[in-house]
């Protein structure tokens, strides 16, 4: 029970990644907070939960939306009388190269990807400074490298990794037990990037897959397990000595 004790909000949790890291954490024995903008999806992996005698509870949340963030928190602090651990997990995905992406797709991806990511890391700080805590924010490999069919994406990614390492090193100079890392996850087998490829015409999908497959050394997408055994280790205090870092986690695609 490596999270004995611990109580985690996890944004996104209702599907994909999300929803493995929250049965994750909740087997390792926190009390998981399911937030996302699908409040069915989130209700679902709660019951779920706590039909396998887990913990959890469903919260509908827009990541977007800044005063719901300062609620959120405060409805969990309030009913569980901490946080431990917040997984900045919800994202959009959409296909579009520079040449094709318009202004408002650009700011939406922008809205949700990266300001939904520092409203989340800003509030969980105003509490977690007295007590500690491990933040997660979800990147991706194209943070790291360019995507030319996801220029929008890629650039929030980058943007999350980046703004990681300074909110991580800002509560390390002024001495916060709070420490804070970015995942990146390769090609996971998730609705989110089932979408993605269900977006491009039929050429496109068949190239996109050939290269991306083709790519990757263990020649294979990874689960959505896979990614949240990363976050557990995260989460735990078996990373005590981490902020700031990142662990990429792809069927060594990046190498
Ligand atoms: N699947 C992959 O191959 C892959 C690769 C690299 C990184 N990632 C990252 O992993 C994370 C999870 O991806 P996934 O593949 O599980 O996606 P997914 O689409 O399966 O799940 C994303 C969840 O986020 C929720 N969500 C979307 N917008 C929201 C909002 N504004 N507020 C709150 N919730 C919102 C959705 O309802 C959904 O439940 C994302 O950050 C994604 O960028 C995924």
């Known amino acids: ?118 409203i989340g890391t800003r509030e969980a700080i105003k509490v977690m400074k007295q007590k500690g805590g491990s933040i997660i924010n979800i990147s991706s490999d194209l943070g790291i490298i360019g995507e030319p069919t996801m220029a929008a994406y890629s650039t929030s990614k980058g943007a999350t990794r980046v703004f990681t390492k300074s909110a991580a090193l800002h509560c390390a100079r002024k001495g916060y037990a709070i420490r804070i890392n970015s995942v990146h996850p390769g090609f996971i087998d998730t609705p989110a990037a089932a979408g993605a490829v269900a977006e491009m015409s039929e050429e496109e999908a068949v190239t996109f897959q050939a290269r991306i497959l083709g790519s990757i050394p263990m020649g294979c997408m990874g689960a959505p397990i896979d990614i949240a055994n990363g976050i557990l280790f995260l989460s735990s205090d078996e990373s005590s000595y981490m902020t700031g870092s990142e662990l990429v986690i792809d069927g060594g695609f990046i190498a």
Do not use: Y
Request: charged share 25%; hydrophobic share 45%; aromatic share 4%.
């Open 1 to 118: 029970m490596r999270m004995n004790g611990k109580v985690a909000l996890i944004t996104g949790g209702g599907s994909g990644i999300g929803e493995a890291t929250c049965h994750r954490l909740a087997e390792e024995g926190a009390a998981v907070v399911v937030a996302d903008i699908n409040e069915d999806s989130a209700r679902r992996v709660a019951d779920a939960i706590n039909n396998g005698r887990g913990n959890a509870c469903a919260k509908h949340q827009d990541v977007t939306n800044e005063k719901r963030w300062v609620g959120l928190i405060a409805d969990v602090v309030k009913q569980f009388g901490s946080l431990d651990v917040l997984v900045n997990n919800a994202a959009i995905a959409p296909i579009g190269t520079v040449e094709d992406t318009s202004l408002a797709d650009w700011s939406r991806v922008q809205r949700v990807n990266v300001e939904g990511v520092f």
